[in-house]
């Protein structure tokens, strides 16, 4: 029903920025709550940020940041092109994961199990 596709990983070295996108491929609703998601080797998948596409999403649209990214990661959207991206600043060696957008119609909060539809994830790797 929904495919998710994740790009724009790779190495960069501590301080740096990427940008990574989410194309959502297949009918994509405005009600749909997307989030950004990370796993790390032997952690535990964690939110780092979500979104809502409209009033019924994840807090009532409003961009949630997790603790450890806040103030260095932001969430957007494209409509036009059914893409969401994470820009992440200042990474530190501690932000090195796999990444994963996930999608969820209607209203949704930080865990993962709230999530529906997931991508693939794409590598991100900081260094020291």
């Known amino acids: 029903q929904l495919q998710l596709v994740e790009s724009g990983g790779g190495l960069v070295q501590a301080g740096g920025s990427l940008r990574l996108s989410c194309a959502a491929f297949g009918r994509f609703f405005s009600s749909y709550s997307v989030g950004w998601f990370r796993q790390a080797p032997g952690k535990e998948r964690e939110c780092v940020e979500a979104i809502g596409w409209s009033s019924v999403g994840w807090n009532n649209g409003n961009t949630h940041y997790t603790d450890s990214v806040k103030g260095r990661f932001t969430i957007s959207r494209d409509n036009a092109k059914n893409t969401v991206y994470l820009q992440m600043y200042s990474l530190k060696p501690e932000d090195t994961a796999v990444y994963y957008c996930?999608?969820?119609?209607?209203?949704?909060?930080?865990?993962?199990?709230?999530?529906?539809?997931w991508g693939q994830g794409t590598q991100v790797t900081v260094s020291s």
């Open positions: 996930a999608a969820v119609r209607g209203v949704a909060g930080t865990g993962s199990n709230e999530y529906d539809y």
